[in-house]
Nanobody
Framework: QVQLVESGGGLVQAGGSLRLSCAAS????????MGWFRQAPGKERGFVAA????????VYSDSVKGRFTISRDNAKSMVYLQMNSLKPEDTAVYYC?????????????????WGQGTQVTVSS
């Protein structure tokens, strides 16, 4: 069993930055690929970024590529999402997710564990 707790969300002006953190419990963190997803009101949950178990591979959605960076610290069981050059369309609840295996997938159904989410609001 894995428990995930996100933090770091908030209100920021367009062009600003935020760093989201996800704290994971459980001794299997280092064997799991991790992902970030987001869901805006009235929209489906969508893929943002993912990182392989050993940080060797990362994948980003086209909408955030070049602006967001995913990273992890296996010693601390933490995953991060550095978000720069934020836009109003980045406004959403952001979720951290863990897979059962170490390879990257981009679909929400490929992830087994989810955090409760953290709100990110970008004002224009």
């Amino acid at each position: 069993q894995v428990q995930l707790v996100e933090s770091g969300g908030g209100l920021v002006q367009a062009g600003g930055s935020l760093r989201l953190s996800c704290a994971a419990s459980g001794h299997t963190f280092g064997s799991r690929a991790m992902g970030w997803f987001r869901q805006a009101p009235g929209k489906e949950r969508g893929f943002v970024a993912a990182i392989s178990r050993n940080s060797g591979y990362t994948v980003y959605s086209d909408s955030v590529k070049g602006r967001f960076t995913i990273s992890r610290d296996n010693a601390k069981s933490m995953v991060y999402l550095q978000m720069n050059s934020l836009k109003p369309e980045d406004t959403a609840v952001y979720y951290c997710a863990a897979r059962g295996g170490g390879y990257i997938y981009t679909g929400p159904n490929d992830y087994d564990y989810w955090g409760q989410g953290t709100q990110v609001t970008v004002s224009s």
